[in-house]
C-alpha cells in the first residue's frame, strides 16, 4: 500500500465489508407512508461482489443510498468496516464517505466542466491526498479502465460507456470499502453494458468489494452472489450464483490494492 495508505488503511480481514442489521426505512408520501425497507438484513464480506435485484419500487436504491450514508434508517445499524454509518452527524458522515464509498450512479453525475483527469484527481484532493499522488493514481485508473487516452478530454466527448467507466474510476480514487453501484448499466446499449461487466469482474478478481443494483440478468451473472428484494425485504441470498468466483476476505488481506494494475 506504502504510499496510497493517506486515504485510509484496508479494515482487518475478517471484518465485514458491510453489516446491514434490522433495517427500516419509511417515507411520507401524499396518501399513505411507503414502507420501502420493512426490515433488512445483509452481511458482505470483504472482496464479495454481490447484485442486488428485485422489481422496480422493492427498496434497492433506498437501501443503498442507506448503505452510502446519503439517508438514514428510521430503525437498524449499518456498518462499513467494522464502522457505524448510522448515528454521525453530517461532517463525520462526510469523512467517512469518503474513506469508504466509491458510489457510481445510473446517470454519471460528472463534472462536465472539468478534464477527465480531473474528475478522477478532485476526490482524492478533496479526501486529503497529496495533489501529486492523487494525479499518479487518476492517471493509472484512467490507463486500467482503458480510457487514458481521453486524459484531457472534456467528459461529454466520450461515447457513454466510456462516461460510465470515468465514473467507475471516480469512485475508486480514495480506494473505497465498498464500490457501490446503482443500475450502472442501465443507459448504456448491450455493449456499452458489456464492458461495464467485464470492468466489474477485472475489479472484483482485484480484491474489490462490489454492491450493484441491477434489473440485468448478464451484469447479476458476474457477481458471485445474487440478494433478490421484494417489498421492502430481502426474499432469497444466493451465494452460489453461475459466473460467480467468491473470493475469500483472505485474499483480499493479501494486499489487493486498485493501485496494482497487474492484479486486474
Ligand atoms: N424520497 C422518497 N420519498 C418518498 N418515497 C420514496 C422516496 N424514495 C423512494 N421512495 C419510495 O420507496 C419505494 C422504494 O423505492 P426505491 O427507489 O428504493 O426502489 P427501487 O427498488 O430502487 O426501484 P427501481 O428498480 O425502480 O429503481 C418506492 O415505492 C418509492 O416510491
Ligand atoms: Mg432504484
Redesign the pocket.
Known sequence: MSDMTTARSAPAPDVPALEVRGVRKT?E?ENAP?R?LRGVDLTVAQGEFIAVM?P???????LLNLVAGLDVPDEGAITVAGEEVTGRGEDDLARMRRRHMGIVFQFFNLLEGMTVLENVVLPSVIAGRKRKMAETRARDLLDLLGISDKASAAPGVLSGGQRQRLAIARALANEPTLLLADEPTGALDSAGGAEIIELLRRLHKGGQTIIL?T?DPAVAEAAGRVVRMRDGRVVSDDSAAPGGSGQSPASRAAGATPAHAERW
Not at 422496480?56 to 433506498?62: A, L, N, Y
Open positions: 417515507f408520501a411507503v420501502a428485485g422496480s419500487g422493492c427498496g434497492k436504491s433506498t443494483v434489473h
